[in-house]
């Protein structure tokens, strides 16, 4: 599984597997081990968690995206995406956020999707709100701290 090889480091047998080299410093935003935990406790979680952002020409892979979870009793998924340092600002963030909104959409198991996003994370922050999220408070995440939460229904 591509999950346990990006644990192991092992990214040659990733860029096998999927066709394309792995940018630069992909791995670091690719929450692995935590997403081999949730598959473990429930394996029909996997169509929800993260996928590799790929390129067509040339075939690379540029950065990660996914739900942090399958949505939750009242229909809440979270969104979430990293893309590698030397291939941002060039609208694979973007990209990846309108798939996994109409990827929540067509589920017919989401209505709202949330988004968490560093009060300096200027980028991301701007994006988000380009999608019409709206903030809806702040949580302190424990890795990455401060966090603001947006919400957006997809009715």
């Keep these: 599984m591509l999950l346990r090889a990006v644990v192991r480091g092992d990214l040659a047998f990733v860029e096998r597997r999927i066709g394309a080299p792995v940018a630069a410093g992909w791995e670091q935003g690719v929450p692995a081990a935590r997403r081999l935990e949730q598959l473990a406790a429930d394996p029909?979680?996997?169509?929800w968690l993260v996928r590799a952002l790929v390129t067509s020409v040339p075939r690379r892979v540029v950065g990660s995206?996914?739900?942090h979870?399958?949505?939750d009793d009242r229909g809440r998924v979270e969104i979430g995406y990293d893309v590698a340092p030397a291939e941002r600002?060039?609208?694979?963030?973007?990209?990846?956020?309108?798939a996994l909104l109409g990827w929540a959409r067509s589920s017919g198991r989401a209505?709202?999707?949330?988004?968490?996003?560093?009060?300096?994370n200027a980028p991301s922050l701007g994006l988000v709100r380009s999608f019409g999220f709206r903030r809806v408070g702040e949580q302190i995440d424990e890795v990455d701290?401060?966090?603001?939460?947006?919400?957006?229904?997809l009715a």
């Design 65 to 67: 995206a996914g739900f």
């Design 44 to 47: 029909s979680e996997q169509p």
């Design 145 to 153: 701290g401060l966090e603001w939460v947006f919400e957006k229904p």
């Design 89 to 98: 600002r060039q609208g694979y963030a973007r990209e990846a956020v309108e």
């Design 111 to 120: 209505r709202v999707c949330v988004a968490s996003v560093s009060p300096g």
């Design 69 to 71: 979870a399958a949505p």
